[in-house]
């Protein structure tokens, strides 16, 4: 994979392949129906869930979320003024990577990004007092047939990167998800996940979905209210009080 930093500074990472193992597992989603999970064998051998997460039903993008639109309201970026200057908030290193297909659909992907990923944070520093930081912007070329594939191409691709959260982003035909990512068990290093181009607003929301699975969380179904059940993930910016401890717990990861 060449990446392409902010600066314009051109880094080729290493493309060792590792062997997935893979065994597919079926689940369901709050309405019944079918969705994919899939074990798989990370690249130090241990067992790790892969989340397969459907779209949303009606994908929205907010004209003030939007930074195209005259009406774009922008990120707060003195969060710790906002949530009260919580000294104790833990750095988290992003790394935000976007492929041919969205890089070729948006002129201002950085920008957009950007946007993406600080809203998103925005619940994970208020409740949790973790701060995304981003390290830089990153072209990859995707490949793979699905969801799965493409998630796996992005590990193997990103395996050089530095500890920290992989957000990559895709328009790619073959992805067949709105959202995508492992679940850690334990710290992994790096956790990697994969949002569908669904517009800022609803890719935002798929993404604080996506990264609960990287800090550990499964899916909850009704009655629980919780961004990590299909009914909520799209319209709310809080975990349930069991996720809440797991990713307070996990704080330190990445």
């Known amino acids: 994979m060449r990446l392409l930093s902010r600066a314009g500074l051109c880094l080729v990472l290493s493309l060792s392949l590792f062997a997935i193992a893979q065994e597919r597992v079926q689940g369901h989603d709050h309405n019944g129906d079918q969705a994919d999970t899939w074990v798989t064998t990370d690249i130090d051998g241990k067992p790790v869930t892969v989340t397969v997460d459907p779209p949303a039903a009606n994908p929205v993008n907010h004209p003030w979320d939007d930074p195209e639109n005259p009406l774009f309201r922008g990120y707060e970026v003195d969060e710790f003024a906002k949530y009260g200057n919580q000294i104790d908030a833990v750095t988290v290193p992003v790394y935000a990577v976007a492929d041919e297909e969205y890089r070729s659909a948006h002129s201002n992907w950085q920008n957009l990004l950007y946007q993406i990923i600080e809203t998103a944070d925005n619940s994970y520093y208020r409740d949790f007092g973790i701060n995304w930081v981003i390290q830089g912007y990153y072209s990859w070329t995707s490949n793979g047939g699905n969801a799965s594939a493409i998630l796996s191409d992005l590990a193997s691709d990103g395996s050089g990167l530095p500890d920290g959260l992989v957000m990559g ?86």
Do not use: K
């Not at 890719?203 to 990287?214: C, D, P, V, W």
């Not at 800090?215 to 209210?225: A, N, R």
């Open 169 to 254: 982003f895709s328009d790619d035909n073959n992805f067949n998800a709105g959202g995508i990512a492992y679940v850690y068990s334990s710290n992994p290093g790096t956790g990697f996940s994969v949002c569908l181009d669904q517009g800022v607003t609803s890719t935002t929301s798929a993404l604080r979905h996506e990264i609960g699975h990287n800090y550990g969380c499964f899916h909850d179904f009704d009655p629980t209210v919780c961004l990590m059940n299909y009914t909520y993930s799209y319209s709310i910016d809080y975990f349930d009080s069991a996720h809440e401890s797991l990713i307070s717990s996990h704080q330190y990861w990445f």
